[in-house]
């Protein structure tokens, strides 16, 4: 049993290493032909904690992300998937 699950779990860590380099792959190169890199802007807020379990929210100056066009994070961004989806920021202030 315990080299049925080591087996299954070796196939598991290789079919991710092949997933990742596909990716990367096609990120580098284009394939298929897209944009490489994409810019969203992310909506930024105060979360603030007040007085008798209250809270609210103050904007503060959005910014500009810039996320690659991919499965997986490469080049040091997020991928644009995950940024589409968290548009918004909160940052706690206690």
């Not at 079919?15 to 284009?30: E, Q």
């Not at 032909?33 to 007085?51: D, H, L, P």
Request: glycine share 2%; hydrophobic share 45%.
């Amino acid at each position: 049993m315990k080299k049925k699950i080591a087996i299954l779990l070796v196939a598991l860590l290789c079919v991710t290493a092949v997933a990742y380099a596909v990716d990367d792959l096609s990120a580098r190169f284009g394939i298929p032909a897209r944009e490489k890199y994409s810019t969203y802007t992310i909506n930024r807020f105060y979360y603030i904690n007040e007085k008798f379990n209250k809270f609210s929210y103050e904007p503060i100056p959005s910014i500009q992300e810039q996320c690659v066009n991919a499965l997986f994070p490469h080049f040091g961004a997020r991928p644009c998937w995950y940024v589409r989806k968290h548009t918004m920021q909160t940052i706690a202030v206690n």
